[in-house]
């Protein structure tokens, strides 16, 4: 006879909810009654019809990155039209959807992870997951989606090994969001943060911008134009010409071409390349990092690009994990 003591205690089993069957829609999500980044719990449906369990946060479903820029949009503010997908087949639908939507047959998209191990406030896997620019076509974009949840799970089951996540994929789902954005081909692009990184100091706004794709600043391939404006008063407390040497580029086909930057913006003498940051530009930057750290809710991380209009898109806003305190 088993000894009381060791009588086996039911455990309930949780049941998944099963990965959804269609792509949600960033200008769907962003509809949501979230405050913060962080946000409040969601207990019902949304809009969109994803069904979220009591005291799970959106980000713990659509990811970080996806969660911040739904937010974004509810703000106001301009991000490329894209959905979430967890799996290539949807993302296959969503892109057909996509193409209706942009009226482009074959529009280029991006495709980029949005793991809930990444993009939190307490910890950023930055770099960490693949992105695909430039995609085209239903076939080429879900057979991206399928390698970046591929590199989702290999994350996140690192993460799970190394005490940092608690579990290797979101039970929520089964499967690893990845987004799907219009590419935005850009004539300039940066990052700017709405409190000095390094100083910690939270009355500046710090501005880094590049000719051409943002790919060679995050990269670390050349040195970006700084500028450090005051939150405040918008007065440019530091500005220093970038050392630009090369450019990226989309073509037609999607490629990413590096060429070498027209010499004649190059200065002979102190080596500096021609500046990114028109005053218009600028005051763009600063006015869109304000605002995208109102929508998070916390000190915003953010990347950002100008198309051939003119038009600055915010491609995305994420917490400064770093930040010192003062």
Same mark, same amino acid.
């Given at each position: ?26 200008? /769907? ?14 207990? /019902? ?43 290539? /087949? ?161 073509? /037609? ?74």
């Amino acid at each position: 006879m088993t000894p009381p003591d060791l009588v086996p205690v039911p455990v309930p089993v949780p049941v998944p909810v099963p990965v959804p069957e269609t792509v949600r829609w960033l200008d /769907e999500l962003g509809e949501r009654e979230e405050r913060g980044f962080s946000a409040a719990t969601l207990t /019902e449906a949304d809009a969109s019809g994803l069904q979220l369990a009591s005291g799970l946060r959106l980000a713990e479903v659509i990811g970080g990155k996806a969660a911040g820029l739904a937010l974004l949009l509810r703000a106001g503010l301009p991000v490329p039209d894209g959905f979430v997908a967890w799996t290539p /087949e949807t993302a296959r639908a969503g892109y057909a959807v996509l193409a209706r939507r942009s009226g482009i047959a074959h529009p280029l998209v991006a495709v980029r992870s949005s793991s809930p191990v990444e993009d939190g406030q307490a910890r950023s896997a930055a770099g960490q997951l693949p992105t695909e620019l430039g995609v085209r076509g239903a076939d080429a974009v879900a057979e991206a989606v399928a390698r970046i949840i591929a590199a989702e799970a290999t994350l996140s089951a690192e993460a799970t090994l190394s005490g940092q996540a608690q579990r290797p994929r979101p039970p929520e789902t089964g499967s690893f969001p990845v987004l799907v954005q219009l590419m935005v081909s850009a004539v300039a692009a940066g990052v700017s943060f709405s409190a000095h990184p390094v100083t910690g100091a939270r009355d500046c706004i710090v501005v880094e911008a590049v000719h051409g794709l943002g790919v060679l600043l995050t990269d670390g391939q050349v040195v970006p134009e700084h500028v450090v404006v005051h939150r405040h008063t918008g007065a440019v407390l530091t500005s220093r010409l970038g050392r630009q040497r090369l450019v990226a580029t989309i073509g /037609e086909a999607g490629l990413t071409h590096v060429t070498r930057l027209d010499p004649a913006s190059i200065d002979a003498t102190s080596g500096a390349s021609s500046p990114v940051l028109t005053p218009a530009r600028l005051d763009a930057v600063v006015a869109a990092t304000a605002r995208a750290e109102q929508a998070i809710g916390v000190a915003a991380d953010v990347e950002w690009a100008f198309d051939e209009t003119g038009q600055l898109w915010v491609l995305q806003a994420r917490p400064i994990t770093t930040l010192p305190s003062v």
